[in-house]
Each structure stands twice: as C-alpha cells, then as structure tokens.
C-alpha cells in the first residue's frame, strides 16, 4: 500500500503536467488562428508577444518564489559565501529570462505552423539539455548522445515538414524557433537545478481574496467589453472567443510550468527531466492529432517513429549498467514541499478543466471555436446525427459534370463530428448563421467542398421539390467573374438534376423574351417551378440591373424567385436609386436574396424590410476545383480593375527579376460561342487561361481572388475601399486559406506576392520562357 500511494503521486503529477501542457499550447493556437482571422495584418511576432505578455502576467501573479541565502559564519570566509549568494541570484536572473524568451520563441512558433509541429520539435529536448550540460558543466557526452543526436532531429524535422524532401520547407520559420526555444528551456532548467540546490521555493502564490478578485474581476470586465463590442459590431464575433482562449492558455502555462520547475524538476536532474519531458510531449502531440489539429503523411510518421529510436538508443545509453534509474518515474520522489504543491497545482488543475469548457461554450455559439478546437465523445444521439449528416454530404456529391472536379468531403472525422450539429442544420431557419466553418478551414479542397454544401443544402430546400427554373440575367460580357458565376448556377442546377426551362443573358431579358418566358410559366404552378436571377456584385449599385429585376419581379409574383448570391455596392447612396431599390426588393414574401458577405447582410437587413435574406457564398464556387491546364508564362500575374470600383491605388516599380503583366480581364477577349450560354462558359475559363499564365496572382478584383482558390494558385487581394468588396468576402468566407494575403496597397501586394513565390517555390509549375 505504502508503494502503491508513493507511486500514484508522481503519476497523477506527470498526467497532470501533460494535461495542462495540452490544454496551454492547443488554447494558445486558438488564440492565434483567429486573432489572425479577425486582424490579418497584425504579424505573428506580434501575436506571439501578446500572447507572452499575458501568460508572464499570469505568471507573475500567480506563483512566488524565495530562498534561503546563507549567512557567514565566524569560521567561514564572507567573501565566499556572499559570491555564493551572489552566483544564487544571477542563476535566477538567467532562468527567468530564459524562461520568458523560450515561452515567446514556442509562441511566435506556434504563430507560424501546427501545434502539434511545435511539441514534436521539442522532443528534441535531451539531447539539448545533454549538450547544455556539457558547456555548463563540463560533462562529457557519451556515444549515445552522438549516435541519437542525428536520428532525433532528422526525425523531428521530416516529422513536421509538409515536404520532406525539401530543406527550405523542412526548416522553416516555425521549426527554427521551436528549436530555439529547446536551447532556452535547457539553459532555463540548468539554472533551476541549480536553485533547488540552494534551497529555492517555487510555487503557486498563496491566494488571498484580494488577488483571487482581482484576477476574476480583471478577466470579467475584459470578457464583457469584448463580448458587447462583437454585440454591436465593433469588433469580430470571434474577437471573445480569442480574448477567452488567451486568458485560459495564461493560466494552463502557470499551471504546468509549475508542476515542471517545482514538482518534476526538483525530484530529477535535468536531463532525466528532459526526458519525462518527451514522455510528456508525445502524449500531448497524439492528444492534437486525436483533436484533428494536424493529419500525418506516412513519411510524416516514419519521421516520427525515427526520432522514437534515436530517443530509445538515448535512453539505453543513459541507463547502461543503472537498475535505479530505467524508469522516470521510480526517479520522481518528492520532498514534503514538492508534494503538497503536487497535490495541489493537481487540484488547481482539475477546477481548471471544468471551468475551461464551460467559459469557451457559453461565450460562444456552438462550431465556431476552430477546426483545431479540442474533440468530444458522442453520445448515441449524436452519433446517429453525424451518421446521417454523412449520408447526406455523401448523397449530394454524384458525379461531377462538364468534366469539372466536386471536392468530397473532408477525411477527417474528428472535424465533422466536432460540426455534426451545425452540419446538419436547415439553414432556412439558420440563414445568418451559415460561415460558421468556412473560415476555420485551410486548403482549398475543404473551402470549396463547403461552398459547394451550402449551395446544395440550401437551394435543395428552396426547391422544396421543384425540378423545373427560370435562369435570368446571366451574364455574357467580359468581365469574367460574371460568366463564371452563370456557370457556376448551372453547373449546380444540373448536379440538383432541375431543368432549365428558359434563360436569357443580360441584354436579352427584353419584352419580347419575358413574353415567351411568361407563355413558358403557364404550363407549371407555383410548386413545379422556380425563378433564379443571376448573382454578382451590382445590388443597388449599377441602376440598370435593379431595373431589369424589376420587370421580372413584376411578371412572376407568384412564383419563388432567388436571386443568387450579391453583393451591396453603394456608389455615394445615390438617394432617389436608393428609394427605387427599396420599393423593388422590400416585402416580397416570395423572393429569397442571397447576400455573399456580412457587410452586404447588414445593409439588406436596413433596407430590404419583408424580405427573405440569406448569408450565402458567391456562386462561382459550383464549378468546383479546376486543375491548371497550362504552365505559366509569367511569374505574377496582376489584375488590376480599370472601373469605378477600382481604389486607385498606386502600382510599384517592378523588379528586374520578375516578369509581370498587369491588366483588366475585360481586355482579355473571348471568342463567342454559338449560343449565349456557350459563350458564358467560354468566357469563365477565358478567366482561368488568364490566371494560370502567372505563378501567383495580385488582384482587386473578388473573381480573381475566387478564381485563384478553384485553382489552386496562390495570391494576393488588394482591398477596395471604402467599399471593402474583397475583405468582407475574405472575413466571411475564405479568412483560413494558407495561400492567399489580403493587403491595401500596391507596395504591400507586391511584396507578399514574392513571399509566396518563395513559400511555394517547390510546388508551382516552372515558368515557360522563350
């Protein structure tokens, strides 16, 4: 029995430091990911800083620390004994330090690549602290430092890196200063062992009322701020759940720091600490990669099951002829001190992580905390849910047509069970609820695959049945983003199986045609067909569009209309447009008008009173994934709108080194096709040929910028203001994609355009050159 509880103690430390680790790093890359979203040009080094400040805050507050500094005797040399004391204070210095800047490398880390990526560099962390201890201390390393030194950080390098083959992505930015932080953190332990041996008391500040509510009330007021801020569209409704994520990340790091510095550290010597230490980031590693924070290639793994063996071939080198020291955990036997705080940092810890759910749920909708948020279990009910969720994601994605490619649904189920609920909803009854997920997503696989869902859960509902439509106003000039949209409505009728009764482009919904289209609509009622007007960017802003929709609103009243996805364009609020516009689209019990963005939702719910508005995406997105068709030309491809809309923003001197066209697409001429339908695609993938010829592409224009993601093509989008087309779509929609920056400025555009030429050097086509 006495075994049995010396034993429990140092288990329950070690699961409790792997727990809050846990919950720290995975609550800190919450933070980040949308404070990123919700600020796009705040720079990760400045996240990071943040982020440090308030967990050495939290730190400073929450724990204390005190020594017993000898006293000369009459026999003892004072000179001595003060260098003693001296050499004890300096070691302090160096250890909060070291802790400061290793906490902010980790951060400034995990601002730039995967949790999980951070941990697994880190394993590291023995072979470091063995060569620290050799310049400390003058040890000298024995063969299975040198043998396992190779073994371990190649494998932790192939291990995170999305191209293991290529140096330039296997060091990056983010592995570099995890690997730094490593060198810190030993230095930092050194210093510490080396305060324990002067009889250092490190631990969780004794709590008084006065603090306990000054922690409480500081974080309340922050919360409620931030909270009625979102309230009032001041600020993200993300911007709680970051400050939420920041303030629990600041407590987990005060929690398992401490069980690390004052509880493991003091029963093991460092380098035995550094490998409870693995022991521990392995476990937290499989626990974000059970979360689905990161997915593995087999080379990822194989990288992994190497750095295990150098760390095995350490391990035996450092226990050969020791029976005592196998096993860490025989090692972790505690002073009278080091276990009580033990006992309780463990239930500091456990108060914690029934807190922790509760603040982040109930400051926050359900689904929009982020694809790397913790898992759950589900429940037998949920479960059936997801099933069916399933069933219904999968029954929507037959065949692609036209030789176009759908994305299936993402292979994560961690993901999709994580979001069964708000997978499953009816979005009629939800329709300002509908970007929950898109902007968590990173690859442009997972962004279209949900566009598409939407597209297909939605108008499936609106349909109600109906197999018949109405195509109106599709478009049919050179603006390509136009054509791209028709073609995306059509692309997402014929995947519905509905029938297109009649159509006519811009221009062609004259007298006549209406004439024939209402003829048409006398052989069907209400609830065999339905009318669609082409999607776009002129609501409100071009006069003649809303014109045009006026007329067909007036022709069929009783029949549902959609008018796919726009966006609210006000040139100056041109009043007496204005007041037209209001009496066009206002109380109209039969109309549903899709908004592509929340800038454009809120102006449609001040002026569009008694009609039926949803938050949808731009219907582009229904081609689907398009694969490049031809290398490029030209490193950047810049396109530069030449209307009203355009900001006027001025266009840097290009480097020597770079070729780059700059031009509007409109000027991109596209042969006519027989029919007017023929040349609306004709000029859609005009559009892509126009793109693909640049390595990466700048544009101001949003079809650019949609383009490019159907693609594939890493860009840069330059917003419009004070129209902010571009940014409200981005916020709304695509705010996870890795491969696209949205700037203001030419200079900037430029600038981030050759970031990403470097950034994915090794995956882009190579330029063709005469």
């Known amino acids: 029995m006495e075994h049995q509880r010396t034993a ?47 967990q050495m805050f939290f730190c400073w507050m929450l724990t204390a620390a005190s020594w017993k500094t000898r006293l000369a005797d009459v026999a003892e040399n004072k000179e001595s004994i003060n260098e003693k004391n001296n050499n004890f204070l300096n070691n302090y210095i160096v250890a909060l330090v070291m802790h400061v800047l290793s906490t902010f490398l980790t951060n400034w880390s995990l601002a730039r690549t995967e949790a999980a990526s951070t941990l697994a560099i880190k394993l590291m962390e023995p072979l470091v602290s063995a060569l620290a201890q050799r310049v400390w201390h003058g040890e000298p390393l024995s063969y299975s430092v040198w043998v396992s030194l190779p073994l371990v950080i190649g494998g932790a390098v192939v291990f995170v890196s999305d191209d293991p083959l290529s140096v330039q992505h296997a060091l990056s930015a983010g592995v570099v200063l995890a690997m730094g932080s490593n060198v810190l953190l030993a230095v930092r332990n050194l210093a510490i062992k080396g305060l324990h041996s002067g009889q250092l008391n490190l631990g969780p500040r004794r709590f008084s009322w006065c603090v306990g509510g000054v922690l409480v009330g500081m974080s309340v007021v922050v919360l409620t701020a931030v909270w009625w801020l979102e309230i009032v569209d001041i600020m993200s409704r993300r911007s709680t759940l970051a400050v939420t994520s920041l303030l629990l990340s600041g407590v987990f790091h005060v929690t398992y720091s401490l069980i690390s510095t004052s509880v493991i550290l003091r029963a093991l010597d460092v380098v035995s600490h550094a490998m409870a230490n693995v022991i521990k980031r392995v476990l937290v590693v499989a626990l974000l990669y059970v979360s689905g924070s990161r997915s593995a290639s087999f080379v990822n793994v194989a990288g992994l099951m190497v750095t295990i063996v150098g760390l095995a071939l350490y391990v035996r080198g450092k226990t050969h002829g020791k029976t005592i020291t196998c096993n860490v955990f025989s090692r972790l036997t505690y002073s009278g001190r080091a276990s009580s705080q033990s006992r309780h940092l463990v239930k500091v810890l456990a108060a914690l992580l029934v807190t922790c759910p509760i603040l982040l749920t109930g400051w926050h909708r359900p689904g929009i905390i982020m694809e790397t948020a913790p898992s759950v279990m589900i429940n037998a009910s949920d479960r059936a849910t997801y099933t069916l969720t399933t069933d219904i994601i999968d029954n929507m994605a037959p065949a692609s047509p036209y030789g176009l490619r759908w994305p299936g649904r993402p292979h994560n189920f961690m993901l999709l069970s994580q979001w069964a609920d708000f997978l499953s909803l009816d979005y009629t009854l939800h329709p300002f609820d509908t970007d929950r997920l898109a902007p968590t997503l990173h690859t442009n696989d997972e962004v279209v695959w949900e566009m598409q869902r939407l597209h297909v859960r939605v108008l499936t509902s609106l349909l109600a049945g109906r197999r018949h439509a109405m195509l109106m106003e599709f478009a049919t000039y050179e603006n390509k983003g136009d054509p791209a949209i028709a073609a995306g409505q059509v692309a997402l009728l014929k995947r519905l199986k509905v029938t297109i009764v009649f159509s006519c482009s811009t221009g062609r919904c004259n007298d006549d045609n209406l004439k024939k289209a209402r003829e048409i609509s006398n052989g069907y009622n209400s609830t065999s067909l339905i009318i669609l007007l082409q999607g776009g960017g002129n609501l409100l802003g071009y006069p003649g569009f809303d014109t045009a929709r006026k007329r067909i609103l007036n022709l069929f009243p009783d029949f549902p209309t959609v008018l796919f996805s726009q966006s609210i364009w006000l040139k100056n609020k041109n009043r007496a447009h204005l007041n037209e516009s209001l009496e066009i689209y206002s109380h109209r019990e039969n109309l549903t008008i899709f908004l592509r963005d929340r800038q ?171």
């Open 600 to 770: 454009s939702l809120a102006l449609a719910q001040e002026y569009f009173p008694g009609t039926k508005l949803m938050l949808m995406p731009d219907m582009a997105f229904g081609l689907g994934r398009v694969p490049r068709t031809m290398p490029p030309t030209l490193d950047i491809v810049w396109l530069k709108r030449s209307d009203r809309e355009s900001s006027g923003y001025k266009v840097p001197e290009i480097p020597t080194n770079l070729s780059v066209s700059m031009s509007d697409w409109w000027d991109w001429k596209t042969n006519p096709g027989k029919s007017p339908m023929e040349t609306a695609f004709l000029m859609t993938f005009n559009g892509f040929s126009y793109l693909q010829r640049g390595r990466v592409v700048i544009t101001d224009r949003l079809h650019g910028h949609i383009l490019s993601v159907l693609l594939g093509i890493p860009h840069v989008l330059i917003d419009n203001p004070p129209y902010f087309k571009l940014s409200s779509f981005r916020r709304t929609w695509t705010a996870g994609l890795s491969n696209t920056v949205l700037v203001t400025t030419g200079e900037e555009a430029l600038e981030e355009a050759q970031k990403l030429l470097k950034k994915y050097n090794n995956y882009l086509p190579n330029v063709v050159r005469a």
């Open 8 to 54: 429990m103690g140092p288990l329950t430390a070690f699961m409790a430091w792997t727990v809050s680790s846990y919950a720290c790093h995975q609550l800190a890359k919450v933070f980040l990911t949308n404070v990123s979203i919700v600020f796009p040009h705040v720079t990760p080094v400045t996240m990071a800083a943040a982020l440090t400040v308030v």
